[in-house]
């Protein structure tokens, strides 16, 4: 697992060395054009820990080199937590050619997630995957948290 904590915070994201190489295999995939899916898994009772163990890729009907637009159904996302007992947690998306920082576009799309009251997901976590040249070139992992996305670091302690 490779561990981030939220800067200025005591919280903090797992995600399992699969699930990422899993993720860098669809951006890949995908390049030119931006790929996505659902970042799926666990809470510690606390709340203190989010453990990404699941991707699951977006049956997109649109993608480009600069957009990502997602489709899902609230009956898959229940099939899924009911088959394996995970939650969501977020999404993440390839920017490619381009670095792994927010847009606007990806802030607003976490605040209608964050809003929308049938995820139940006040702080929904966004994965950016950086693509350039047909190689990943890194990974930066938000939060949301009223309107804001916080970023995570890698924790290398």
């Known amino acids: 697992?490779?561990?981030?904590?939220?800067?200025?915070?005591?919280?903090?994201?797992?995600?399992?060395?699969?699930?990422?190489?899993?993720?860098?295999?669809?951006?890949?995939?995908?390049?030119?054009?931006?790929?996505?899916?659902?970042?799926?898994?666990?809470?510690t009772e606390d709340r203190s820990l989010a453990q990404i163990l699941?991707?699951?890729?977006?049956?997109?009907?649109?993608?480009?080199?600069?957009?990502?637009?997602r489709s899902v159904s609230e009956k898959q996302f229940m099939r899924i937590h009911k088959e394996t007992g995970l939650h969501y947690l977020g999404e993440w998306h390839s920017h490619p050619d381009g670095?792994?920082?927010?847009?606007?576009?990806?802030?607003?799309?976490?605040?209608?997630?964050a809003e929308y009251n049938k995820t139940e997901i006040e702080n929904p976590l966004l994965m950016i995957v950086s693509v350039k040249s047909r190689k990943v070139k890194g990974y930066e992992i938000y939060m949301y948290d009223n309107k804001q996305l916080l970023r995570y670091e890698q924790d290398r302690s």
Not at 99 to 113: H, K, L, T, V
């Open 99 to 113: 670095n792994a920082q927010y847009s606007g576009i990806d802030r607003q799309a976490m605040i209608e997630i």
């Open 54 to 69: 699941l991707m699951v890729k977006s049956p997109s009907t649109h993608a480009s080199g600069s957009s990502f637009l």
């Open 1 to 43: 697992m490779v561990k981030h904590r939220l800067i200025g915070h005591e919280l903090y994201v797992e995600i399992g060395e699969e699930v990422l190489n899993t993720i860098y295999e669809e951006a890949l995939r995908a390049y030119p054009f931006e790929g996505g899916g659902f970042l799926f898994g666990a809470y």
